[in-house]
């Protein structure tokens, strides 16, 4: 099992940048990919981004393509989500998620870190 800690929520203008962080600990080793989730008030989880951890390919959300960007540290395990541009709409509870190697599933959640964005 892997454990997720995230940070770096917080309010900001729109227009304004934040990063968030995603920790890692306990069987790192068998970890695939991480990504990014988020769900706003009244809607369904969605898909952010995604990173795999060993090759650092990347894969974007339509609707951050361009303001978004993932990154990793291995010597860290740790994720990194760089929003610039952020927009009214881009307000929800942010979730770090880890998916194991050989499945096919994000199983591995982290508590979510509110992320508001105001105009």
């Known amino acids: 099992q892997v454990q997720l800690v995230e940070s770096g929520g917080g309010l900001v203008q729109a227009g304004g940048s934040l990063r968030l962080s995603c920790a890692a600990s306990g069987r790192t080793s068998s970890m695939y990919a991480m990504g990014w989730f988020r769900q706003a008030p009244g809607k369904e989880r969605e898909f952010v981004t995604q990173?795999?951890?060993?090759?650092?390919?990347?894969y974007y959300a339509d609707f951050v393509k361009g303001r978004f960007t993932i990154s990793r540290d291995k010597s860290k395990n740790t994720m990194y989500l760089q929003m610039n541009s952020l927009k009214p709409e881009d307000t929800a509870v942010y979730y770090c998620a880890v998916r194991s190697q050989g499945t096919g599933v994000f199983g591995s959640w982290g508590q979510g870190t509110q992320v508001t964005v105001s105009s």
């Open positions: 990173i795999v951890w060993s090759g650092a390919s990347t």
